[in-house]
Nanobody, 115 residues
């Protein structure tokens, strides 16, 4: 079993920045993909960004140029730097870690962007 602990959410004004962190622990052998997903109230869950073990990244069009995903393999930690935040970025953000064949989800951290 893999446990995930997220941190860094909160309330910020539009145009501001936040940095989310997610640390994985437990029975870790070889983490493959690490990602951030979000779900706003009344909307479908959206994959925001992902990063492979080799460092290849992928972003949703809605966050390209504003968000940056990174990972520290030695610490089994993934980060999401969020800049130029918009009210539409408000959501619960979930860390998702893949250690094949399973996906593990964090408990979620609330990000609220005020206009």
């Amino acid at each position: 079993q893999v446990q995930l602990v997220e941190s860094g959410g909160g309330l910020v004004q539009a145009g501001g920045s936040l940095r989310l962190s997610c640390a994985a622990s437990g029975r870790i052998f070889s983490i493959n993909r690490m990602a951030w997903s979000r779900q706003a109230l009344g909307k479908q869950r959206e994959l925001v960004a992902s990063i492979t073990s080799g460092g290849d990244t992928n972003y949703a069009d809605s966050v390209k140029g504003r968000f940056t995903i990174s990972r520290d393999n030695a610490k089994n930690t993934v980060y999401l730097q969020m800049n130029s935040l918009k009210p539409e970025d408000s959501a619960v953000y979930y860390c998702v870690v893949t250690q094949r064949p399973y996906d593990y989800w964090g408990q979620g951290t609330q990000v609220t962007v005020s206009s």
